[in-house]
């Protein structure tokens, strides 16, 4: 060990004796200070417009030590990708000075053993590695001085990962600089060989036997949890590997120059260290034997504790999921073979972190719907099989992998599912859909998963029903009035079949209301509900049963005598809030603080958070909406969900003229104003020894297909009726690190000093003790 350590010595001196070291320092040193600072600066500089110019500026609310240090414009991302341009010159005359200068001979006839040599040169590399850190450490202690409560749990976890890939890196640069005499050789071979273990991940991925060799050997995002915030046994395993089997072929080959041996005996050995290496990191890679450590504050790499509890509900029994890939569906290029790796590191490998058995199948195939002809006009001439021969060759693939669509159809009915890429749990006898969705994250995520796991598990999922026969708003139908879009739309990520919610139909004069009803939903009937059908509502209602109810302007006799049974009416009129730029009859109602806690919706809890802290609110547009007259002396606890601003807005009686001069306001044709009015309420009562929660509603079009399904409003509704089991929310905590505490002018100073200072003294350091060196 001492030997090594004065190796390491004498090569360290040779390094900081040469020029090489120096250049790359500085030039280290610069990149980071340009990449820190020139992204500080801008920020501090808005911070200070805010903080003058809005007194409700609070902070960033986004995580400022993700963004200055590990964004794609951040300092670590940029230093990481130009990394492997230092790492050629840095190793280059490692071994090949040596060889080329005649000292190898000296080494070798010395009492120095070969592996001390190399461990002793290696060492010495590992320490000016160190030295690079250490550079890296300048500017996250800044960070942490400039950025308020900053996440130095990320920094120190993306700092590992910086460490383990430079060290990778040397000991490539180790290797190539022992294969020859010439240090550009090597310096050209370390980028190559840096180069193909950066991009060999992506290539012959379509093929089985070699898509996880290729992968497991890909530097190419090693780095990337890591640089998250997430340690993974799997990865820092895989860089020591890296380093071993090249620390190890550099010995392999510098013993192998001294010895008169076969060439197979040589391949063999550098086949053993491959070998070896390979068998490790196949093992270290299971998900049973794979560790995790989230850094983060606030966990923000982890599935959510809802999540986690429903996993461990799963128990030790093996979860199957299936996905089917249709050729000629929607998502295809993301389930095809070449990017399965990536498939299960972006969705699954949350979950195989608390549940390693879960093994995954894959099915390829080719069908569309059988009504749909729009494939057959733009392949005209050509039936299916032709088509989805086409279209195979197009992605290079062979055609012969899908299943066609009569074999398909013999297994599973996917018709259900429009024919696109879909996942399929299947657990103890039980199955889940789990679907993706044509939008910016495409797969789908906890809120989506979480409650498909639920189903596996024969949990109660609630139930909603939505009345018909009475012209009511449809939950099946694409027009822009109906309410199809936030209800059983399967490719809508945020629609209620996709977190966990049943939706169905019934009309009261053929049937009676389902016992396991969650919510009975009335929405906007357009001729009078039969006696039958009252009949059947009084009874729900007075069983304590849940209720939403929504109507619109010029039906509220159809729904008051139903209402009346609350305590409650819709008032005669429409609103009318004159604005600039909507017409008079699109109200724009904010939410209450009662509606800020109806669920743990993201927007919703945001809103809280602007109540606690500036008693500000949001606002919907309803457009055309009616208001709600009451007495809170009932048995029901009342409450204001939707209202307007005081003094803005009034009932106009009769006809509203929407596209025309503007509405004035008359009293002698029947209009009224009020200081504010309630456009939707919440309704609260103990009875039958449950709680009963009714939503009622003056306008029915905010929830249309048109009006996106009312969004996150609708969503609250329902999770507040289905007393907040579902969706199953994952909320994370609010970033601490959103502000900093550094003016604009400090950090110009720092700009100068970290830039131009800093790099210019160590410059004249480095001239100093080189010309010093030189006359020595």
């Known amino acids: 060990m001492k030997m090594i350590f004065k190796v390491a010595k004498t090569e360290l001196r040779n390094l900081f004796y040469s020029p090489v070291a120096w250049f790359l320092t500085i030039a280290f040193m610069v990149q980071c200070a340009f990449f820190y600072t020139y992204t500080l600066y801008p920020f501090t500089k808005w911070q200070e417009i805010f903080e003058k110019n809005n007194p409700k500026f609070k902070d960033f609310n986004v995580s400022l030590t993700s963004g200055i240090f590990l964004d ?5 991302a940029n230093v990481l990708q130009n990394l492997y341009l230092f790492v050629p010159l840095l190793t280059m005359g490692l071994i090949s000075r040596e060889i080329n200068n005649g000292t190898i001979k000296l080494l070798y006839s010395s009492p120095v053993k070969l592996r001390e040599i190399v461990f002793g040169k290696y060492f010495a590399i590992m320490l000016y590695n160190l030295l690079l850190v250490g550079i890296v450490g300048i ?8 950025i308020r409560s900053a996440d130095y749990g990320m920094l120190l976890s993306a700092m590992l990962g910086f460490y383990l890939l430079m060290c990778s890196y040397t000991a490539i ?16 071979g370390s980028f190559l ?13 379509k093929y089985d036997f070699v898509r996880d060799l290729t992968y497991f050997l890909s530097l190419s995002g090693r780095t990337g949890k890591m640089l998250q915030g997430l340690i993974t046994t799997k990865d820092v395993i895989y860089f020591v590997l890296i380093i071993y089997m090249f620390v190890s072929f550099t010995m392999i080959k510098l013993k192998g120059g001294r010895e008169s041996k076969p060439w197979f005996v040589k391949a063999a050995r550098y086949a053993a260290v491959m070998l070896l290496v390979l068998t490790i990191g196949y093992v270290s890679s299971r998900p049973a034997l794979t560790g995790y450590w989230d850094t983060t504050v606030g966990d923000i790499n982890t599935l959510h504790p809802n999540t986690q509890k429903i996993i461990k509900e799963l ?22 073979p070449e990017t399965r790796n990536d498939y299960l590191a972006a969705l699954w490998e949350r979950y195989q972190r608390f549940k ?31 088509i989805a021969a086409q279209v195979a060759d197009g992605y290079d693939l062979n055609a012969s992998m899908f299943m066609p669509r009569e074999e398909i159809r013999k297994k599973i009915d996917l018709g259900p599912e429009n024919y696109r890429l879909v996942m399929q749990l299947k657990y103890k006898g039980e199955t889940a859909f789990v679907r993706t969705f044509d939008d910016n994250v495409f797969w789908p995520q906890e809120e989506q998963v979480a409650p498909a796991l639920k189903r596996l598990l024969k949990a109660d999922l609630p139930r909603n029903i939505f009345l018909t026969g009475n012209l009511e708003r449809s939950i099946t139908k694409r027009g822009e009035r109906e309410f199809r879009l936030h209800t059983i739309d399967k490719t809508n990520r945020n629609a209620l079949i996709n977190a966990g919610f049943e939706s169905d139909t019934l009309s009261l004069d053929n049937a009676d209301i389902p016992a396991n009803t969650t919510t009975l939903v009335l929405a906007d009937p357009k001729t009078a509900l039969s006696a039958t059908t009252m009949s059947k509502l009084k009874q729900y209602i007075d069983k304590g049963g849940n209720l939403f109810i929504v109507g619109e302007p010029g039906k509220q006799q159809l729904l008051n005598p139903l209402l009346a049974q609350l305590g409650v009416r819709l008032m005669d009129g429409t609103l009318v809030q004159l604005s600039r730029d909507e017409m008079p009859h699109m109200a724009t109602p904010f939410l209450t603080h009662t509606t800020a806690y109806l669920a743990d919706e993201p927007a919703l809890i945001l809103l809280r958070e602007a109540y606690k802290e500036h008693g500000d609110s949001m606002f919907i547009t309803t457009p055309g909406t009616t208001a709600f007259a009451y007495a809170d002396t009932g048995a029901f606890v009342i409450k204001p969900l939707l209202q307007t601003i005081e003094n803005r807005a009034w009932l106009k009686a009769g006809a509203l003229v929407t596209d025309s001069t503007p509405p004035v306001f008359n009293p002698a044709e029947g209009d009224s104003q009020a200081k504010a009015y309630a456009t939707f309420i919440s309704l609260e009562r103990k009875v039958n020894n449950k709680e009963q929660r009714i939503v009622l509603g003056g306008d029915a079009d905010v929830f249309s297909n048109l009006r996106q399904g009312g969004g996150f409003v609708s969503k609250g509704f329902y999770s507040w009726l289905d007393f907040n089991h579902y969706p199953i929310y994952t ?9 900093f505490t550094v003016s604009s002018a400090t950090a110009a100073m720092l700009k100068i000093l970290y830039v131009w200072i800093l790099p210019g003294a160590v410059l004249l350091f480095a001239i100093i003790l080189l010309i010093r060196r030189k006359r020595k």
């Open 356 to 386: 390693p058995d879960i093994t995954f199948k894959y099915v390829y195939y080719y069908d569309t719907d059988d009504n749909d002809s729009s494939i057959y006009r733009s392949w005209p001439g050509k039936n299916l099989k032709e």
């Open 315 to 336: 128990g030790k029994e093996p979860l199957e999921i299936t996905l089917y890939t249709n050729l000629l569906g929607n998502g295809a290029n993301r389930g095809f």
């Open 173 to 188: 640069g180790l290797f190539m600089s022992s294969l020859t005499t010439y240090q550009i050789v090597s310096a050209i």
């Open 72 to 76: 794609p414009a951040g300092m670590f």
């Open 731 to 739: 909320p994370r905590p609010r970033p601490l690190d959103s502000l």
């Open 139 to 146: 500017f996250i202690v800044t960070g942490i001085f400039n």
């Open 193 to 205: 060989i840096v180069f193909i273990l950066g991009r060999i991940g992506s290539l012959w991925q």
